[in-house]
């Protein structure tokens, strides 16, 4: 028998409909990570992050048919309604919270584990800086990137959801979200730049030497 854990999203959350607590359970464990890193690196608030992960479910809880699957993924629904607290909640209160010390010190330490484990093929140490300071960096860099570019970054770099899920998620078209995510990578790399060398690398190029994988799972 298939346990709840071997289950997809949408099937989870039909049984969930009809009372079945063991999948929503599963469906929570599965999804509520990814929220939670959405949050943090939009707001820079793990306080915040928290509290939008659970709105993002108690919502879930409360109206599961809100969800239509021809309109994208289990997983993009959910993020569309963390994002629709996230914007409410920037509105409101028009100014971020800084991340505290302590998690981005486990951010830093985190990347640096995996980098040493694989290192990228543009590392060169006299040429960029160190891990700790580059992940530092560009996290400050997306918390200045405006509401728009900054949700497409998360979830396309960072989340890496598909572009069809993101469209899903933020209520776009697809080219749309193409073109922010140009737009906001060049956003970021106009701010890093200055720490970086002038080597006239392309913009993904230079997020690689940024060491952009690492980052992800550490976030």
Not at 31 to 41: D, I, K, M, P, V
Not at 83 to 91: E, F, G, S, V
Request: net charge neutral; charged share 25%; with cysteine.
């Amino acid at each position: 028998m298939i346990g709840p854990n071997e289950l997809p999203d949408d099937e989870l959350l039909r049984r969930m409909i009809a009372g079945d607590e063991d999948a929503f359970a599963a469906l929570y464990r599965r999804r509520q990570g990814g929220l939670y890193r959405f949050a943090l690196q939009m707001t820079g608030s793990a306080a915040t992050a928290e509290d939008v992960t659970q709105e993002a479910f108690m919502t879930l809880i409360r109206d599961p048919k809100r969800f239509d699957g021809d309109r994208g993924s289990v997983s993009a629904f959910l993020f569309g309604i963390a994002r629709n607290h996230i914007l409410r909640r920037m509105q409101v209160e028009r100014a971020f919270v800084p991340m505290p010390e302590g998690h981005e010190e486990q951010f830093a330490t985190s990347a640096q584990k995996r980098a040493g484990s694989h290192p990228s093929a543009t590392d060169n140490p006299a040429d960029i800086l160190t891990r700790s300071e580059t992940i530092d960096r560009v996290r400050e860099a997306v918390l200045t990137l405006p509401a728009a570019y900054r949700e497409v970054v998360v979830l396309c770099d960072l989340q890496e959801l598909s572009y069809e899920d993101v469209a899903a998620a933020i209520g776009c078209a697809i080219g749309t979200v193409r073109s922010r995510l140009h737009r906001a990578r060049s956003l970021l790399i106009s701010k890093l730049r200055p720490a970086a060398p002038a080597t006239g690398n392309s913009t993904a190029e230079i997020l690689t030497g940024f060491d952009e994988r690492a980052m992800r799972r550490a976030i």
